[in-house]
């Protein structure tokens, strides 16, 4: 049996590290900045790209790396990578196909520390935004395309709004106007949805949520489908098609043919800026992966039954959940997360925003915290801290309502996280 045929839940268990005879049956840290060679010219040959090896973790570390192909197993994608965090992975893709002059298109519903990267921080690099609604028809999305446009930019599920983004209808309008669509696919992660099935062409993660989901590793991840024709429309993307001076003239898709994107994010980018995941993170979010599978389904069986308890309360104004059938966004989890969304809900109360803070104050084990997609349930108020820098105008434009409460359904059991909510709605 090839390894693409394995389920999910093997993969998150036996993907990545494969150790040969008499080697470590756990992925060892390799907590070394450095690596060993006999002659010059053995180092040389790595440094021309001539040979493939590690010589220095800032670009390469062999912990990082099989994390990152066991992600990529999961993604069912042909290469990935880990960053710093899902920040800075999140970054890298932008800016390995965008310069000065360029502009991309993003959903507007997406997670605060984006929208501020792309709003704010990518303007004064001279990369320009346009943000569209979740739910722009073809042709809206499609007017929104300039000339000097390289790609579009959507979240599966989208932090905190959760709503739920067309991949397909993104991912047409992008690939008619030979861009591609990157998807950021953290909440939904690889065992709820896998967006390249359903034609988007990178995944980005921030893994510091469920897949180390225990809270104790920040990092991020990123994953090409190796699907998009890059040499097609050659004269959008010179970085990946013309010899970059750099690296000794390399030309990325004709060296690395589908790893050609990531290569050129290793090489130049994590070459240049750095944000490089320690090795003692990656080896964190390894054993969380081993249980993300198992993990998901409690997150998600629970979570709906949080969702349907909030909606059959008298003091909650409105729940948004995609795994409801009341929610505007069931139908195309139906298609795209056919076996559940993830463990965040968000709903309102009828009080308003100021109720809504008193309600988090009288919680007990579900704790404020600024986190999401961990085993411990959790809550926050975005608009008085996450998205406290946006003004209710972008707050409305991002899906987040002053009042709007997210909560992160732990893996705690169910009939505690319902009791421990029902005794603060008590007090409201
Ligand atoms: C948290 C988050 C990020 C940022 O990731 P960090 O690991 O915190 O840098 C990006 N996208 C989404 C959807 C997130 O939830």
Redesign the pocket.
């Known amino acids: 049996m090839s390894k693409n045929k394995l389920k999910a839940g093997t993969i998150c268990v036996q993907g990545g590290w494969k150790p040969q005879q008499g080697e470590p049956r756990v992925l060892p840290i390799y907590q070394s900045t450095t690596y060993k060679y006999d002659t010059i010219e053995d180092m040389g040959d790595l440094f021309d790209l001539k040979t493939s090896g590690y010589f220095y973790t800032r670009l390469q570390n062999p912990t990082n790396d099989n994390v990152a192909a066991k992600i990529t197993e999961l993604e069912g994608g042909v290469a990935g990578m880990l960053t710093s965090?899902?920040?800075?992975a999140?970054f890298f893709v932008i800016f390995n196909l965008c310069e000065a002059g360029d502009h991309f298109v993003s959903a507007s519903t997406?997670?605060g520390?984006?929208y501020n990267l792309f709003a704010v921080t990518l303007k004064r690099m001279g990369i320009d935004v346009t943000f569209v609604d979740i739910e722009a028809s073809e042709e809206e999305l499609a007017s929104a395309i300039q000339p000097n446009t390289k790609l579009i930019f959507g979240?599966t599920l989208a932090?905190p709004a959760l709503s739920v983004l067309d991949i397909e209808k993104f991912a047409k309008v992008a690939h008619a106007h030979g861009i591609p669509l990157i998807v950021?696919n953290?909440?939904a992660t690889p065992i709820n949805c896998r967006p390249f099935e359903w034609g988007a062409d990178i995944v980005t993660h921030?893994?510091?949520?469920y897949m180390d989901g225990h809270a104790s590793a920040?990092?991020?991840c990123i994953v090409d489908s190796g699907n998009f024709d890059w040499e097609k429309s050659a004269d959008k993307f010179p970085g990946l098609t013309t010899p970059d001076a750099s690296y000794h003239g390399v030309v990325y898709t004709e060296a690395f043919g589908k790893a050609a994107f990531i290569t050129k994010a290793i090489m130049q980018l994590m070459r240049d800026l750095g944000a490089v995941q320690s090795p003692q993170n990656a080896f964190l979010t390894n054993i969380g992966l081993e249980t993300l599978e198992l993990r998901m389904k409690k997150h998600v069986s629970s979570a709906q039954k949080v969702a349907e308890y909030l909606e059959n309360n008298d003091k909650v104004a409105w729940v948004s959940y995609p795994g409801l059938k009341s929610n505007k966004y069931y139908d195309l989890a139906q298609k795209y997360l056919p076996n559940g969304t993830c463990g965040v809900i968000s709903f309102g109360l009828k009080g308003g925003k100021e109720t809504c803070k008193q309600f988090i104050n009288e919680l007990n084990f579900i704790a404020i915290v600024t986190h999401?997609a961990d085993a411990r349930s959790c809550v926050l108020h975005p608009a008085s801290t996450t998205h406290r820098q946006m003004t209710d105008e972008q707050l409305l434009e991002a899906g987040v309502p002053p009042e709007l409460i997210r909560v992160s359904v732990g893996i705690e059991d169910v009939e505690d996280i319902i009791a421990d909510i029902e005794q603060a709605l008590e007090k409201v």
């Open positions: 965090s899902g920040q800075a999140n997406i997670y520390g984006t979240e932090n950021d953290t909440f921030s893994t510091t949520k920040l990092g991020g999401v």
